[in-house]
């Protein structure tokens, strides 16, 4: 049964890919109706259906022939339907017993298809399926069972293309075979084995580096030399990658600004409390600078730079509106241009009771740092080209362009109506050249790029890419990652949102990007309900944009109030309208002021000032810690043969690698002690001085297995093992006994 035909063409680089139903379920009761071979989003039998939505469901595909898989295309009803797949996983593969994942996804719950790209490479080459297997994980209705009501598959399946590929996987598994069985015959101590394969085949098991490891180590003994290649990998950054992988540690410090010694009284004083204000920083010159927002009673148009070495507030002026810059305000945005020293500033928020009969512009600023002046570049940047009036909108630059992109933010009319009985409007996205002073309407509120507030937009400078990421559309938030390439227009969905896994965003929360790490921060502000106000929680999540996935670094949902005072010296209280800025260079965050969010006091905004390190283990303390891992197994070697030369090497050499401020490090060496007691093993005295028994075979394999894990996976062995290929049969096992 052929759910899709070949492609007219055969010259496009990837064509629609034929194939039919080869296997589907392991229930009797699901079914694939005759319809189902037709894309017929109005009739709602044309689907393939389970009768449970317990595990295990599955669709399983055949191709025709062999395929590079590039996308997957699903179909959808003409309307949203509790049996869509809400989440799924995707495997693809040459048999159907040997797949790997390729997808991990969900779709909507609308009428529209959706295209997903696929796993295809390895090793950067790509690898053919013959069998894809969809595997069906959560309807969007609680207890539904599951529907698939059409499938695409696109790809190349052009043989000369194709067996190359082949020719290469094949390669490429009886390599990883051989590797395999190096990695058991080593392990199991059969030698002779290991040297004549690897001789037959020249197939090496891992880096020459780790090779010599091996041999110190579980061959001869000889633990001091061990030491020295791992100093060695250590100096020559063989552990930087497995030290990017691993989580951040926050560590938030209140910031306390030094008062200035000298008499001018508006240089003593500091920003007070706010939420909606703007914040930049400008990374050459360690300077922070705020502008406006709420006090919980009046807009500000103060302007305050914060210089991070001297910890010294300066406040630039107490009201820019009287020396020709802009007026009070509040949910504005801000934007810094390092390299000319320029700050610009657009939008802002107007109560509706000030609307009435009121004609309402988008005025947009430029301040210059060094001469200390405001500029007005437009009264009215509607009537450039640009955006109409607009609030809880994102700016960013490009500063190598000198181009500012401004997205989404709700749209500000006069009415005598009052605000409630408006359609909310949404604006789009625009750039602004500064050189050319010229807005251009790069795109208009649409399916593609659906415009939203409370929103985080972040520009690559290397990628050259805008990062968009969550908000709120009317009363719908959305969880949708998005990535907008300025040089050729093109939309990328980096994630639909459907990821548990993934950062579930709040309605305010704050973004940063780190260009050199090709890392995004996030903090979370306003819980999805933020009528709630105890919704509002702590969380901090790191999206590496390399490897495709989010790490959650920090969780906090204490509510209570007795709590927070205790850690307010610890940890900034759970807010939203806060700002935070991003020192990519010193890799240290910042942030000030918001709202708490108490019903209790409304009114009530926050003028506290923190920094935020995320920090990973040190190259030093990864290299005390494998220190730590050698003596402590050859302690644990030398003490079932003499006590106590192991009692002498346990109080100097191990314990000179033991952190005596970390009470889980002095827990874990005092534990170490009680192996003194345990009886000396004739046998093993037999043995000569660095010859291994077998027990310490076993041991120091152990040892070498987890030193290996701190380098970088090229230079390692497989992390599978042979015996676990080897299948289960109940019958063949039965008739051997």
């Not at 069998?131 to 069906?136: A, E, L």
Request: aromatic share 12%.
């Amino acid at each position: 049964m052929a759910l899709s035909s070949m492609a007219s063409s055969s010259s496009a680089s990837s064509n629609k890919l034929p194939y039919s139903i080869y296997k589907y379920s392991s229930y009797s009761y699901s079914y694939v109706p005759q319809n189902v071979l037709n894309d017929n989003p109005s009739e709602q039998s044309s689907r393939w259906s389970s009768d449970s939505n317990n595990p295990p469901q599955y669709l399983m595909l055949k191709l025709e022939r062999p395929a590079i898989v590039e996308t997957i295309k699903f179909g959808k009803y003409e309307k949203t339907h509790v049996c869509n797949l809400k989440k799924f996983k995707v495997y693809g593969g040459l048999t159907e017993d040997h797949l790997i994942e390729v997808l991990d996804s969900g779709l909507k719950n609308d009428h529209v298809p959706e295209k997903f790209a696929v796993r295809n490479k390895i090793d950067g080459n790509h690898f053919p399926c013959r069998y894809i297997k969809i595997v069906p994980i959560q309807a969007w209705g609680p207890s539904f069972n599951f529907s698939i009501w059409y499938v695409e598959l696109y790809g190349v399946d052009n043989w000369q293309q194709v067996k190359s590929c082949m020719n290469w996987y094949n390669t490429y598994r009886e390599r990883e075979a051989i590797r395999l069985c190096l990695k058991h015959f080593r392990q199991r101590h059969y030698m002779e084995a290991f040297q004549e394969l690897s001789k037959k085949t020249k197939v090496s098991l891992e880096h020459p580096l780790l090779t010599e490891l091996h041999e110190l180590l579980v061959l001869k003994g000889e633990y001091e030399k061990c030491e020295g290649v791992i100093r060695q990998a250590c100096q020559e950054g063989l552990f930087d990658q497995y030290i990017s992988q691993l989580d951040y540690r926050p560590v938030w410090t209140p910031i306390q600004p030094v008062p200035h010694t000298n008499k001018d009284p508006m240089s003593e004083s500091r920003p007070g409390m706010r939420g909606g204000h703007q914040m930049c920083i400008d990374v050459n010159s360690e300077t922070i600078y705020m502008f406006g927002g709420w006090d919980g009673s009046t807009d500000l148009d103060d302007m305050w730079s914060y210089h991070v070495a001297s910890q010294e507030w300066t406040c630039l002026s107490l009201h820019t509106r009287s020396e020709g810059g802009p007026s009070p305000r509040s949910c504005h945005k801000m934007c810094l241009d390092p390299e000319r020293k320029q700050i610009f500033t657009l939008g802002r928020y107007v109560d509706p009771n000030l609307r009435n009969n009121a004609v309402l512009k988008c005025d947009f600023y430029m301040y210059d740092i060094p001469s200390d002046r405001w500029t007005l570049i437009t009264d009215d940047t509607c009537s450039m080209g640009g955006p109409q009036l607009i609030f809880d909108h994102q700016m960013a630059m490009d500063v190598d362009q000198q181009t500012i992109y401004i997205f989404g933010g709700r749209v500000l009319s006069s009415t005598t109506d009052g605000e409630r009985n408006q359609d909310q409007t949404f604006s789009g996205l625009y750039s602004f050249h500064v050189p050319s002073n010229t807005w251009t309407k790069l795109l208009d509120d649409c399916a593609q790029l659906r415009s939203r507030i409370g929103h985080s937009m972040l520009f690559h400078p290397v990628k050259r890419v805008l990062y968009i990421f969550a908000g709120q559309r009317s009363k719908e938030y959305l969880n949708d990652f998005l990535g907008y390439h300025v040089d050729t227009g093109t939309i990328e969905i980096v994630s639909d949102g459907t990821n548990k896994e993934s950062c579930q965003a709040g309605f305010t929360q704050r973004a940063t990007l780190d260009p050199d790490l090709n890392e995004i921060h996030v903090l979370s502000g306003l819980s999805r309900d933020k009528d709630k106000r105890d919704n509002v929680k702590n969380s901090f999540w790191v999206y590496d944009i390399s490897r495709d996935k989010w790490s959650c670094i920090y969780k906090n949902e204490n509510t209570g109030q007795q709590y927070w005072i205790k850690m307010q010296h610890i940890e900034p209280v759970p807010r939203f309208a806060h700002q935070l800025v991003y020192d990519h260079k010193r890799k240290k965050h910042y942030l000030f002021g918001g709202n708490p969010g108490k019903d209790s006091l409304p009114k009530m905004r926050l003028d506290d000032f923190w920094s935020l390190q995320l920090s990973r283990p040190s190259h030093k303390f990864l290299l005390r810690r494998c220190c730590f891992l050698i003596r402590k197994f050859h302690y644990l070697e030398m003490a079932s043969a003499d006590s106590r030369t192991a009692m002498t090497y346990l109080q100097t050499k191990v314990y000179d690698t033991v952190d005596r401020d970390n009470p889980k490090e002095c827990e874990e060496f005092q534990l170490l002690t009680t192996n003194l007691f345990e009886t000396y093993s004739a046998k093993d005295s037999a043995h000569g001085e660095g010859e291994a028994t077998p027990e310490h075979f076993s041991q120091r394999t152990e040892l070498f297995d987890k030193l290996v894990c701190f380098f970088p996976e090229n230079m390692t062995q497989p992390k599978g093992n042979l015996i676990d290929l080897i299948p289960t049969s109940v019958a063949h096992t039965s008739a051997i006994n």
